[in-house]
């Protein structure tokens, strides 16, 4: 393991989590299609049930094919242990789940994934969890709305839609000396551009439905725990961590767990209880996925810096954000943060508003038009005719979507096809 642990990106990603079946020397990871796991006798259950050993019981708290993509991400994102989830959202609800109870409240950055917000503000609202929205490109917001009763800091790595990048070393000494977990979403960068937890992140959370997949072929998500946060230190504030839990036969997960307490609570209790594991046959793919996903995220990142100067000089095109540019605001940062590559994520501003958004989705060929990101295929979608059509344009221009704004996923095709489908568009789009 210590090994692995000095080896380069790409090297990992096709080591990390299984090597071979020592019963049959199969080297493909199998696809444990099993709900169940037969003891070896009593004791052995007993050991299980009691956290004493490591096995399987049941699928919906372990099993061998998603233990081996967990352990994957986890070598990749160099954190003490990963759960994986049914969703992105899945992923989020059962974190929270972990660390908030009614009364606490959760420092939210305004610009992440709508779905977090309503998960946050929908769901976790009914049962007491406040949601405090703040501009995370501005630390000291950050700083002056958490308070005693917060429970963790949440940003994305670049968010959606903007593409602004998290200031994570500011970030992380607010969260350090406030004594709250920040936690990190890095759907749009992967390990393979950036670990937060490197940064001083203390949680990294994943939609693996979008790059870690990158074959949109499945919904996933996952949890990353950075072993860097002393929950012990706050037993009031995390008591699901710190104290004894009477649902576990008292063990106090930070003492049982040490480092991997919040892994080893989210893997024993909360899922456990919520119960949004994912599929054998899913873990399956997303650890065939991690295999490539250094190669493909150089692609995505080399195509996505090529489109977004294609764009950034296009007269149809009022505006472009992505980190990589020299005109992003925070190009600096994205230097330091994602200096192997900014990834495929694009935002853009057509002129001529609704009208000219939805000319150009209309007459692309190649670029597939669809509510996903990510993929190795290139795809766009235009907010203010799709997902954000029920808003009024007052009500999308507050949420920092503008009319004519379409994102891009850039995906890995030869980067000439995907500019000359969107000279179509632009051209079609300024008739
Ligand atoms: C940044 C980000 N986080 C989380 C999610 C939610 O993930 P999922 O759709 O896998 O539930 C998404 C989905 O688009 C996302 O873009």
Redesign the pocket.
């Given at each position: 393991m210590d090994d692995n642990k000095k080896r380069g990106f790409m090297t990992k990603a096709l080591h990390s989590g299984w090597s071979c079946d020592s019963a049959t020397g199969a080297a493909g990871l199998p696809i444990y299609a099993s709900s169940a796991f037969q003891f070896h006798d009593s004791a052995h259950a007993a050991g299980l049930f009691n956290l004493e050993e490591d096995g399987f019981i049941y699928s919906r708290l372990a099993n061998p094919t998603v233990q081996a993509f967990e352990a994957g991400l986890n070598a990749l994102e160099g954190g003490v242990g990963t759960l994986a989830t049914s969703?992105?959202?899945a992923a989020f609800a059962h974190l929270i789940t972990a660390l908030c109870s009614s009364g606490t409240n959760l420092v939210v950055s305004r610009k992440v994934?709508g779905?977090?917000l309503t998960l946050l503000q929908n769901i976790f609202s009914r049962f007491g969890v406040e949601t405090i929205l703040v501009d995370s490109d501005h630390p000291c917001q950050v700083e002056q709305a958490v308070n005693d009763e917060t429970r963790g800091i949440i940003t994305?790595i670049i968010g959606?839609p903007m593409m602004n990048v998290a200031p994570l070393e500011a970030l992380s000494r607010i969260a350090r000396r406030q004594g709250v977990p920040l936690i990190i979403?890095n759907?749009?960068a992967t390990p393979a551009l950036c670990r937060p937890i490197e940064w001083g992140a203390h949680v990294v959370v994943y939609?693996t439905?979008?790059y870690i997949s990158g074959n949109g072929n499945l919904?996933?998500?996952a949890v990353v725990d950075g072993g860097n946060f002393d929950w012990a230190a706050y037993p009031d504030k995390f008591p699901e961590l710190a104290k004894p839990d009477r649902a576990y036969h008292d063990i106090v997960f930070t003492e049982r767990f040490g480092k991997a307490a919040l892994a080893a609570k989210l893997h024993a209790a909360i899922l456990r209880d919520l119960g949004g594991c994912p599929s054998a046959f899913d873990a399956y793919l997303l650890h065939l996925s991690l295999g490539t996903l250094g190669l493909r995220m150089e692609r995505h990142s080399a195509n996505g810096l090529a489109v977004a100067r294609f764009l950034e000089a296009h007269p149809m095109v009022e505006w472009v954000s992505y980190p990589g540019l020299a005109s992003h605001p925070q190009n600096d940062m994205a230097k330091v943060y994602l200096k192997d590559g900014c990834g495929g994520m694009i935002a853009f501003g057509v002129k001529g508003g609704v009208e000219a958004g939805r000319k150009l989705v209309d007459s692309l060929s190649l670029i597939g038009h669809m509510a996903n990101?990510g993929e190795s295929r290139t795809l766009i979608i235009h907010p203010a005719s799709t997902t954000h059509s029920q808003l009024t344009t007052a009500q999308r221009a507050a949420a920092g979507l503008s009319d004519g704004l379409l994102r891009l996923s850039v995906g890995i095709e030869n980067v000439e096809d995907i500019i000359a489908d969107l000279e179509k568009g632009l051209e079609a789009a300024g008739k």
């Open positions: 969703s992105g959202q994934y779905g977090t994305e959606n979403d759907t749009f939609s439905t979008k919904i996933g998500g990101l």
